[in-house]
C-alpha cells in the first residue's frame, strides 16, 4: 500500500489542523493506521493510532487535543490536531500495518507502510 500525507502548514499557537492520509494501491480497511512525528534533532515518536475495530490510541503528549480518524470508503485516514503548541511543531508521518498487536502499536519498527510526511510548524 502507498501512503500520502498532506495538510500541514504553519498555524499560530492555539490554532488547528487537520492532516490526511491517502491510501492507493490497497483498501485501508484491512490495515492499522498510524501517525508518528519526528522534530529536528529528534527520534521518530508515535503520535496516534487507529485499529481496523476503529479503537484509537494516544501519545499522552497529544491526549485530548488531537483525534484520529479513518474514513474506509475514501481510504483515506485523519489526524484533527487542535489547541496546537510549538512544541508539535514536527513532520509528521502516516504509517500502515496489516498486523499489529496491541503491546507493539506505539513501535515504529512494527510499520512497513509509510507516507513521505508533511511538516506542521507551530509558532508561538
Known amino acids: 500500500v502507498q501512503l500520502q500525507a498532506f495538510g500541514g502548514g504553519l498555524v499560530q499557537a492555539g490554532g488547528s489542523l487537520r492532516l490526511s492520509c491517502t491510501a492507493s494501491g490497497r483498501t485501508i480497511s484491512n490495515y492499522h493506521m498510524a501517525w508518528f512525528r519526528q522534530a529536528p534533532g529528534k527520534e521518530r515518536e508515535f503520535v496516534t493510532a487507529?485499529?481496523?475495530?476503529?479503537?484509537?490510541y494516544y501519545a499522552d503528549s497529544v491526549k485530548g487535543r488531537f483525534t484520529v480518524s479513518r474514513d474506509n470508503a475514501k481510504n483515506t485516514a485523519y489526524l484533527q490536531m487542535n489547541s496546537l503548541k510549538p512544541e508539535d511543531t514536527a513532520i509528521y508521518y502516516c504509517?500502515?500495518?496489516?498486523?499489529?498487536?496491541?503491546?507493539?502499536?506505539?513501535?515504529?519498527?512494527?510499520?512497513?507502510?509509510w507516507g513521505q510526511g508533511t511538516q506542521v510548524t507551530v509558532s508561538s
Open positions: 487507529i485499529r481496523t475495530s476503529r479503537n484509537t
Open positions: 504509517a500502515a500495518s496489516a498486523q499489529l498487536i496491541l503491546s507493539s502499536l506505539r513501535l515504529k519498527n512494527e510499520y512497513p507502510y
